[in-house]
Nanobody, 114 residues
Framework: QLQLVESGGGLVQPGGSLRLSCVTSGFTFVDYDMRWYRQAPGMRRTLVGRISPFGSGTDYLESVKGRFTVLRDNSANTMYLQMNDLRPEDTAVYSC???????WGQGTQVTVSS
């Protein structure tokens, strides 16, 4: 069955780092652009970053450029989000999505607070 499972969230102080994972199964991972989104309470879900099928192309929300990096390991059907220099405004539920689909994980909570 189709699965996208995020992990790696938690509570971190401003300036800290986290690495999120999105482990997938049930579809041909290499056929899809993969995407990370986030949604904070009362806010619209926003595309944070995405990565092309073979990892050669990425793009990012302006506010995370230089701090966040999207990576993928096609042999493991897994996408990652490396988050550095975290800020309180990064607090949100982070979810992964297979591009062009309605396939979503359940999300993982990231809280940045001192």
């Amino acid at each position: 069955q189709l699965q996208l499972v995020e992990s790696g969230g938690g509570l971190v102080q401003p300036g800290g780092s986290l690495r999120l994972s999105c482990v997938t199964s049930g579809f041909t991972f290499v056929d899809y652009d993969m995407r990370w989104y986030r949604q904070a309470p009362g806010m619209r879900r926003t595309l944070v970053g995405r990565i092309s099928p073979f990892g050669s192309g990425t793009d990012y929300l302006e506010s995370v450029k230089g701090r966040f990096t999207v990576l993928r390991d096609n042999s493991a059907n897994t996408m990652y989000l490396q988050m550095n220099d975290l800020r309180p405004e990064d607090t949100a539920v982070y979810s992964c999505n297979a591009g062009g689909t309605i396939w979503w994980g359940q999300g993982t909570q990231v809280t940045v607070s001192s």
